[in-house]
């Protein structure tokens, strides 16, 4: 059944308001197929009907997770947001670079804070590794990933990524930090690994959170949208509070902090934008 | 380099040109439309909105001794109302001929620049809307003509604009920086120059002065501002003239986003992420509308 663009609008305002996620336009087909799915499970046919289940009705907030999980990909994969990466390398990390330097601080400490299996806190890996001849020459480089669960953070120790993890990876990184032993076999190069650290964390713990300390770039994709809005203050709290008074902090694509944190300042780029203090 | 020297420097560059580009197709379209029996005037002014030259023209044209009239007319539409559909096909066809002698390629892909013009104009309408500034017809007219001194340099300076262009490529140098000091001047002085050539409307003249410094403008501040932020919201999505600048800006640092929260608090609150997730939807009708207007030129 197909999605009347009114419809449309409805689940995009509700999914926004509640999770802060937006669903573009050019998203509506995909928005039309998961809600599909979910609504022949739960036996219903008309979009309405369903909007209100998810409000009020019996069993609402189950369907709801469910449907979360269903337009929320789960999956990540190395160089993933690829404007977040051009501001970081045109402007952001060569102006916290200039910043540090004058204070001779020359250390840089990024966090990946829900670091499923290591994707981004290694693209990150990799791009700090190539600016380590000039801008980051001398320079100590700290990269934390931490994740509430232990498969996928042993599967971040480990290294290993199949054809898909590295679909975006561009050929020079490709060939230049991996060993693929198969078509579907991509070993990360131990010199990316030794870069980054990983630790369970739950992003709830305050007593954890209190010592993620000064951080330059923090990152956090794609979790949020989990959190009521009480908990999503919380926990954004202390990313405001862990991040340097001239550091960045990243959500996913179409992802928005509004109402969930006034503190932060937006800073525009091209494709997208980032947080300040 | 003071502003008076580099106002001096776009005007002696402006002088040595004798005539201003304009695009025929949209002067062509406003024909087949006036040859329409039940075409409406709105529909002309539409129309005549999406080329800036000849936009300008029109409004330059009716205020001027020629036609004698006895206020400043300052829309395309009280123009057009003012004109009559007979002089609007004189218009037309006056800027169809220049355009036939000019011929010249542009330094930047024409299509980008009036992505770029009308994006502005759009988003500058969308930021009146919600800034509730009553003149909303106003800060699109006044988005759409802004970077009128590009238009310009690309036509006129084709190869040290290109030589500009590529040294700023990729890094986030900016535009105006560079041509300074390429060119004494940059695209607001000479965009100034053309428009008081022109006898534009102060205000209008004011936005093309100083769409890059609004804190500078006095006459209407407000306006200014509201095409300021539309350009930089333009400049970071696809309405960017094709990202020959790498633009970055901070809102709470941009003085424009003062000016405009003083005028109307309630944007204190407005729901940036979300507004810029707007925009992107509004993109690709942007570049249907420009699309529209030039169909049929590769043809040709």
């Known amino acids: 059944m197909s999605l009347a663009d009114k419809d449309f609008e409805l689940f995009r305002d509700y999914i926004y308001n509640l999770c802060g996620i937006y669903f573009h336009s050019s998203k509506k087909y995909f928005l039309e197929s998961r809600l599909a799915r979910r609504m022949d499970e739960a036996g219903i046919s008309s979009h309405v009907e369903y909007h209100k289940l998810l409000k009020s009705g019996p069993g609402g907030s189950q369907e709801l997770k469910k449907l979360l999980d269903e337009i929320t990909t789960n999956e990540t994969c190395f160089f993933?947001?690829?404007?977040?990466?051009?501001?970081?390398?045109?402007?952001?990390?060569?102006?916290?670079?200039?910043?540090?330097g004058k204070i001779g601080f020359r250390k840089l400490r990024i966090w990946s804070a829900a670091?499923?299996?290591?994707?981004?806190?290694?693209?990150?890996?990799?791009?700090?590794l190539e600016?380590?001849?000039?801008?980051?020459k001398d320079w100590i480089i700290e990269i934390v990933g931490t994740d509430i669960n232990e498969t996928v953070l042993a599967q971040a120790r480990e290294g290993i990524y199949n054809s898909y993890s590295v679909r975006n990876t561009p050929d020079f990184y490709l060939k230049k930090y991996f060993k693929q032993e198969s078509s579907e076999r991509y070993i990360l190069s131990p010199e990316v690994k030794k870069l980054v650290t990983f630790n369970h964390l739950n992003l709830y713990d305050d007593t954890k959170m209190i010592f993620m300390k000064s951080f330059d770039f923090i990152f956090c994709a794609n979790v949020l949208i989990y959190f009521d809005t009480a908990s999503k203050s919380k926990v954004v709290q202390h990313f405001y509070n862990n991040l340097q008074p001239y550091g960045y902090?990243?959500?996913?694509?179409?992802?928005?902090?509004?109402?969930?944190?006034?503190?932060?300042?937006?800073?525009?780029?091209p494709g997208g934008f980032a947080y300040k203090k | 380099m003071d502003a008076s020297m580099m106002f001096q420097n776009a005007q002696n560059m402006v002088d040595k040109i004798t005539d201003l580009p304009t695009i025929p197709i949209v002067a062509t379209k406003v024909l087949e439309l006036l040859d329409k029996p039940d075409v409406?005037?709105?529909?002309?002014?539409?129309?005549?909105?999406?080329?800036?030259?000849?936009?300008?023209?029109?409004?330059k044209i009716v205020n001027s001794p020629l036609y004698r009239s006895a206020h400043e007319i300052k829309s395309v539409k009280r123009a057009l109302v003012y004109l009559g559909f007979r002089h609007i096909r004189e218009l037309a066809l006056t800027c169809s001929f220049i355009e036939a002698f000019q011929g010249k390629d542009g330094a930047f892909d024409v299509m980008t620049f009036w992505e770029h013009s009308f994006g502005v104009g759009v988003v500058s309408k969308i930021i009146a809307q919600r800034a509730r500034y009553m003149d909303t017809e106003k800060a699109y007219l006044a988005g759409i003509i802004h970077d009128i001194g590009e238009v310009f340099l690309s036509y006129y300076y084709k190869d040290d604009f290109i030589r500009i262009l590529d040294e700023i490529k990729g890094a986030p140098n900016k535009l105006v920086d560079a041509e300074e000091r390429f060119f004494g001047t940059n695209?607001?002085?000479?965009?100034?120059?053309?428009?008081k050539k022109w006898n534009f409307p102060p205000e209008y003249c004011e936005v093309i002065a100083n769409h890059?410094?609004?804190?500078?403008?006095?006459?209407?501040?407000i306006l200014v501002s509201i095409v300021n932020l539309a350009d930089l919201f333009c400049s970071v999505r696809q309405l960017d003239y094709g990202g020959r600048e790498w633009v970055s800006f901070n809102l709470a640092e941009e003085k424009a986003w003062d000016i405009l929260k003083q005028?109307?608090?309630?944007?204190?609150?407005?729901?940036?992420?979300r507004f810029c997730y707007e925009l992107d939807d509004r993109v690709p009708e942007v570049q249907d509308l420009v699309k529209s207007i030039f169909e049929g030129m590769v043809m040709e």
Do not use: W
Not at chain 1, 131 to 136: H, Y
Not at chain 1, 249 to 269: A, I, R
Not at chain 2, 40 to 58: F, G, K, P, S, Y
């Open chain 2, 40 to 59: 409406e005037l709105d529909e002309v002014a539409d129309m005549i909105l999406t080329d800036q030259v000849l936009a300008a023209r029109v409004i």
């Open chain 2, 187 to 195: 695209h607001c002085h000479i965009g100034l120059a053309i428009a």
């Open chain 2, 263 to 273: 005028f109307a608090p309630h944007m204190a609150t407005l729901d940036v992420e």
């Open chain 1, 115 to 128: 670091s499923s299996s290591g994707e981004e806190a290694y693209t990150m890996a990799m791009i700090l």
């Open chain 1, 131 to 136: 600016k380590r001849v000039a801008l980051l």
């Open chain 2, 212 to 221: 890059h410094n609004p804190g500078e403008a006095s006459i209407e501040p």
């Open chain 1, 80 to 100: 993933r947001n690829l404007p977040q990466l051009s501001a970081l390398e045109n402007k952001l990390l060569p102006e916290v670079v200039a910043t540090k």
């Open chain 1, 249 to 269: 902090f990243f959500v996913g694509q179409s992802e928005s902090l509004h109402g969930v944190n006034d503190n932060f300042k937006t800073v525009h780029f």
